[in-house]
């Protein structure tokens, strides 16, 4: 398994993984914020089901770029990037934090942009793209899309940097259950077998919360979840519950920006689902743990800002001959046919289908708080809970859908399971295979590097 470590060197003094704070400096730390409305402002097709028959047909409620700048004591910064978005790409990432670099100075490792997966938002670059019967317009329309919310992006984190000032952060964890393991339980009887304490499958209930004040007012509310946002699947754009959560929390505290980072749920639903009471009320009970939170005595933060930022190569498992990719391109189905067709494309070319996916690992040490570890792509719950069970479940926060969604992450044990989120749902991402058995160990040794860099500095 090949590792691609990123470092950088500045003003002569070895960074690596690290800032580290200077007691020269003076103490306290800063944060920035702003937020803009990314909402299309023309019917798009929305991301998340291949149900879909059509584009969007007008918004529950805005949609929402929201960036908050961290700076440690020291002048360390990071920057988290919340996106009300199914997913976001590599190439759109990568140029993002290009221009993030261009502009203001940001490395890779002080970046992250964290989608929430609502699969009421709309077609973000070529994310899920096999999924969707696209004509030449909408096609031109997702590619206009991407181009404005990468452009917005960039102007969201320049406000915020420009609206830094001193802060206290402090955090702490709550709860909130309404997520439901979708691989282990019936979901038409998620009701019934709460009823007969029947569940089944492993689960993420705690909602990480971070509280930025400033003076005597609430700058920033950032919390966390492991459950998908799919309780709608209707025709018109909404964050789902973590759009409704953030909503609440806004209105309960004016002034403060309230920020969702999505945790490892790729296999766990809200259930039950389907109506906008539903995904208001899942709201409300996320927003009702935040506030239980924010209520309590919160760990304040002190300490240097730490930050860290690896790419692996991720192995597919076995990848098929062409006459299995000709035998797909026949299919009825409509990802099936067009996934094969790329590949088709790819051998008539001369090229060799990839045997690997570059996928992104980033790890934040805040101060004395948590050691914050951000994930691409659509992650099982059995990650967090190894993490928790071995980093420490009191100081750490795991979060997934950041950088880049390219693929649901299995365990080994999913994998082995298969199903949806073991190997199925590659068709949908245009990945050639399912990953091979390594896949759980390469992360996880990778994230273990990490964690001792910010660390142990």
């Known amino acids: 398994m090949k590792t691609r470590l990123l470092m950088w060197i500045g003003s002569g003094v070895f960074l690596g ?110 994310n899920l793209i096999t999924m969707y019967p696209l004509d030449a317009e ?5 590619e206009q899309y991407a181009e404005t919310l990468r452009d917005a992006i960039v102007n969201v984190v320049g406000e915020a940097i420009k609206n830094v000032e ?49 003076g005597e007012k609430i700058k920033a509310i950032v919390c966390g979840y492991a459950c998908h946002c799919t309780t709608l699947s209707l025709n018109k754009f909404s964050g789902d519950y973590a759009g409704y959560a953030q909503i609440a929390l806004e209105k309960a505290h004016p002034g403060a920006q309230a920020m969702f980072v999505a945790g490892c749920g790729a296999d766990q639903n809200p259930l039950p689902r389907g109506t906008i009471e539903q995904a208001e009320d899942y709201g409300q009970q996320l927003s009702n743990a935040v506030e239980r939170v924010l209520a309590g005595a919160l760990r304040p933060i002190s300490g240097p800002l730490r930050t860290a930022y690896q790419e692996i190569d991720l192995a597919f498992g076995t990848i098929p001959d062409r006459a299995h990719w000709e035998t797909e391109a026949q299919s009825k189905t409509l990802l099936i046919t ?49 993490l928790k069970r071995n980093l420490g479940s009191s100081h750490t926060w795991v979060s997934s ?57």
């Open 401 to 457: 859908y950041c950088n880049d969604v390219m693929a649901y992450i299995p365990s080994l044990r999913v994998l082995k399971e298969g199903g949806y989120e073991g190997g199925g749902a590659m068709a949908a991402y245009g990945q050639p295979a399912p990953w091979s058995d390594q896949v759980e160990d390469a992360i996880i040794a990778t994230i273990r590097d990490g964690v001792n860099a910010v660390r142990k500095p």
């Open 338 to 386: 067009n996934r094969a067709k790329k590949f088709l494309e790819i051998l008539d070319a001369g090229e060799k289908i990839p045997t690997t996916y570059v996928y992104p690992i980033e790890v934040w040490q805040l101060g004395d708080g948590p050691t914050w570890i951000l994930l691409g792509g659509e992650v099982v719950v059995d990650y967090a809970h190894r």
């Open 138 to 142: 909408q096609l031109h329309r997702i």
């Open 166 to 214: 001193p802060a206290r952060l402090a955090w702490e964890t709550g709860t909130a259950d309404f997520a439901v393991n979708r691989r282990s339980n019936n979901q038409a009887k998620a009701v019934e077998l709460r009823d007969q304490l029947a569940q089944q499958g492993p689960v993420d209930h705690d909602v990480p919360v971070l509280r930025v004040e400033s």
């Open 17 to 126: 993984y690290c800032l580290l704070a200077s007691p020269a400096q003076a103490a306290g730390w800063k944060a920035g914020t702003a937020k803009v409305a990314i909402t299309p402002k023309t019917p798009m097709w929305m991301a998340g089901y291949a149900s879909r028959t059509s584009p969007s047909e007008g918004a529950f409620h805005d949609l929402w770029a929201k960036a908050l700048v961290l700076e440690d004591p020291a002048g360390a910064r990071a920057v988290l990037v919340t996106l009300d978005t199914c997913g976001i790409t590599q190439p759109l990432t990568d140029e993002i934090r290009d221009l993030l670099k261009q502009k203001y100075q940001l490395e890779r490792r002080q970046i992250s942009l964290a989608t929430s997966h609502t699969h009421s938002g709309p077609v973000v670059g070529t």
